[in-house]
């Protein structure tokens, strides 16, 4: 029995987990740490100005599902403000969507909040949009549209 059939509601909003963001204070200390503790390694890592952060996506297994990394630029940035909040640790849960702006459409006639009115740019020239932690269990969910061309 498909959630359609229960709810009414359709199924396939998300296509995969794509990510599950960390807040480290220090991405280099994080990597390194990652890599000798769990084995696993950055297979990208960027500057996203806009976001106010440095990321690494480390790579489990032989999946395309990732761990993201995610240091502070600034003090003022919201992952600083995160970690000055509360510490370092599991910051975002990230879902893979086809279309950034349909699911967001969908998440919305549902009553739920999203940060941006239009989708921003995320890791790797993906297109990204957040549900507000109030209206997701106290858990920011990331809508993630991949950029074109082959899976990251």
């Known amino acids: 029995m ?3 059939t229960q709810t009414g509601l359709p199924d396939g909003l ?4 794509d990510h599950v963001g960390i807040a480290v204070p220090d991405l280099d200390e ?3 740490f990652y ?6 390694h950055s297979v990208h890592e960027e500057t996203n100005e806009e976001q106010g952060v440095r990321e690494a996506m480390l790579a489990v297994g032989d999946g395309d599902t990732r761990i993201q990394l995610l240091a502070p630029l600034t003090p003022e940035s919201t992952i600083a403000k995160f970690i000055g909040r509360s ?4 910051q975002q849960l990230a879902f893979r969507v086809d279309d950034v702006e349909a699911v967001s459409a969908t998440l919305r006639e549902r009553g739920l909040r999203l940060l941006y009115d239009e989708p921003r740019r995320g890791t790797a020239g993906s297109r990204v949009n957040f549900v507000h ?6 858990v920011l969910v990331e809508l993630v549209q991949p950029a074109a061309g082959p899976a990251h």
Not at 35 to 40: C, I, L, R, T
Not at 133 to 138: H, W, Y
């Open 2 to 4: 498909t959630n359609e």
């Open 14 to 17: 998300f296509t995969t987990i």
């Open 30 to 32: 994080a990597i390194a």
């Open 35 to 40: 890599a000798q503790a769990f084995g696993v």
């Open 87 to 90: 510490g370092p640790g599991l």
């Open 133 to 138: 932690p109030k209206d997701a269990g106290g």
